[in-house]
């Protein structure tokens, strides 16, 4: 399978993303609810996408998105700046069908080099505390771990949440 990656200059279909929402969120609610956070209402959150997708958009943002070669959404993940020199990753998802051909990482970099382009400083992420391959994907990029962000896209929209999560950094 073949996976090309593309920015948007302008907000994607639904029909592509609304599937890559559900699943991240769907992913995401049971691992919560086992240390004992509340469910995700996953309609609330993807819907809370699309109130702040220009966010993620140019100039102050980017929204990349992972294809196979069928043109079916496989993969995606998005940007936003968080201060003037500084960016945030939010939602790093790669279907299961996908995983394993480098994709996630390849997402990353993307995320990376625009941040880079953009002038930023500092890159962060937060990361469900136990999504240990997350975390050391993050850290092979050189992301290091650090105290919460007061930006941090859950701990700010959703603080009930805050502590299910690591906070990481990376100095561009």
């Not at 599937?19 to 995700?40: H, Q, W």
């Not at 990349?64 to 939602?91: F, N």
């Not at 050189?142 to 690591?166: C, Q």
């Amino acid at each position: 399978m073949t996976i090309n990656l593309a920015s948007c200059t302008e907000a994607p279909a639904r029909a592509a993303i609304d599937p890559l929402l559900t699943g991240f969120y769907e992913e995401l609610s049971p691992k919560l609810v086992s240390i004992g956070a509340s469910a995700v209402d996953i309609p609330f959150w993807v819907e809370d996408f699309w109130h702040h997708v220009d966010q993620y958009l140019p100039p102050h943002g980017r929204i990349w998105i992972a294809r196979d070669d069928t043109g079916l959404a496989v993969g995606w993940g998005t940007l936003r700046r968080i201060r003037p020199d500084a960016g945030e990753m939010k939602r790093l998802y790669v279907r299961r069908e996908a995983r394993g051909q480098g994709t996630a990482r390849r997402l990353v970099q993307a995320r990376i080099d625009d941040a880079r382009t953009m002038g930023w400083r500092h890159l962060f992420a937060d990361t469900f505390r136990d999504n240990v391959e997350m975390q050391t994907l993050y850290q092979s990029m050189g992301f290091r771990f650090i105290d919460p962000y007061p930006e941090s896209g859950v701990a700010t929209t959703s603080s009930a949440y805050a502590w299910t999560l690591k906070f990481m950094q990376l100095d561009l």
